[in-house]
């Protein structure tokens, strides 16, 4: 009964309160910011649909009946979720004076993924609830 609390809620709370940003709404204009930000709500998702078509065309792989490249997408998306490598690698590429704003990048970018590939997965369950009645 409590796995849903602990999973979605304390645990994510504590992995913020334990990575040390300091949330300064000036950092969300910074290049870095910025950066870290589309690579993982743009880079990631393009990364795995433009793979998964890459193995699929050529016949490397074969794509599921009931694997649309909508749930791909949502894959995708869902693929920009995760900080914990993101900070570790930030902190050995990033001088101290910037490492709260590729921080900023990651947890917003984390964030917006988690939500646009929920909704998306949201939405495609809707519409294939909405395709069996």
Known sequence: MLHPWV?????PLFAFANAGILINFTDFGNSITLAVFLGFTLGKPIGVLIFSWIVVFTGIASRPANLSWLLLLAGGFLAGIGFTMALFIANLAFSPTLINSAKLGIFSASL?????????????????KKLDN
């Open 112 to 128: 917006f993924s988690a939500i646009l590939g929920i909704s998306l997965l949201s939405l495609w369950a809707a519409f294939e």
């Open 7 to 11: 999973g979605f809620v304390i645990m």
